[in-house]
């Protein structure tokens, strides 16, 4: 396909589609690319690569191949949105398809790989076969509770159970850089009004995210805030073992109001004694061992 267009020499790509010249023939309507580097000797199979397609997970607009400094067909700078592929939510290769309308970009390995139209039902998302919405929309995910058209959708018309394609991949148990605890995946929340902790914004009870498995521990947060690079290191923790947690030794037992037992003085009980210039000072009953605190 596009990448026979290319020859691999051991400094780097030499025929690369940056040295090609766009050209039109006198009393011609098409377009013609030539190539400096090796004047078309290595391109018999460029037909296979075409400039512009249509596919159908994008079927409103033609999709036209995009260098990610200029495109070959318009030679025009693009400093739009996209940055990721809409099928496969990676990062942009520097040579991609794109919808100018619509914002919409797909990588070619992506692009020449015929949809998915129905993924078996799973076990961890939902008992039964989702198929492939076959239009660009903003329908609400059930997982991530989000309205974007930034991946491609799946359904269950008779559970009216929606999800985005990168959703699928969402973690099941993570564990966040500002939580002790490890959190997991719930597809709906116990009614009450509860706030994500990563945005402070609301979290919709009937849609998915994340809480904490401790119990009485009330942290949640939305799927898709829980899952950024900033807040988890990528790993999936399920069928991990939790790590054993040291347990947190009081410095002191209380024996009685006013009387306790600190691990620094343990052969005698220490009681609490009266302020004296804004300082509480702990001292024994029966020796001059004080403990000052503020």
């Known amino acids: 396909m596009?990448?026979?267009?290319?020859r691999e020499l051991d400094d780097g790509w030499d025929c690369f589609f940056g040295k090609w010249n766009k050209l039109r023939l006198t009393g011609e309507d098409a377009t013609y690319f030539h190539c400096r580097s090796c004047n078309g000797g290595d391109h018999q199979d460029f037909e296979n690569g075409p400039l512009e397609i249509e596919h159908p997970l994008h079927q409103k607009h033609s999709l036209e191949f995009y260098q990610r400094k200029h495109s070959l067909k318009l030679v025009v700078n693009w400093e739009k949105e996209t940055r990721e592929c809409f099928c496969c939510d990676e990062d942009l290769a520097e040579v991609f398809y794109l919808c100018r309308v619509c914002d919409c970009a797909m990588n070619i390995a992506c692009a020449e790989k015929p949809p998915v139209l129905y993924i078996p039902a799973q076990k961890k998302w939902h008992e039964h076969t989702l198929a492939l919405f076959p239009r660009r929309a903003s329908l609400t995910c059930n997982l991530c509770a989000l309205a974007d058209s930034s991946s491609p959708i799946y359904m269950c018309p008779p559970c009216d159970f929606v999800v985005h394609l990168k959703c699928l991949n969402l973690p099941h148990v993570i564990r966040m850089s500002r939580h002790p605890h490890r959190i997991s995946f719930n597809h709906s929340f116990d009614q009450g009004d509860r706030s994500c902790s990563?945005?402070?914004k609301e979290i919709n009870n009937v849609y998915g995210g994340y809480s904490c498995i401790k119990n009485g521990c009330l942290y949640a947060a939305h799927a898709r805030c829980a899952t950024q690079s900033n807040v988890w290191d990528g790993i999936d923790l399920e069928g991990?073992?939790?790590?054993?947690?040291?347990?947190?030794v009081e410095p002191f037992v209380r024996i009685s109001d006013g009387i306790i037992q600190h691990f620094s003085h343990e052969h005698h009980h220490l009681r609490l004694d009266e302020c004296e210039e804004c300082i509480f000072y702990i001292e024994c009953e029966n020796a001059t061992h004080v403990i000052y605190t503020r």
Request: aromatic fraction near 0%; include cysteine.
């Open 198 to 200: 990563v945005c402070r």
């Open 240 to 248: 991990e073992p939790e790590e054993i947690e040291e347990e947190e």
């Open 2 to 6: 596009l990448g026979a267009s290319l």
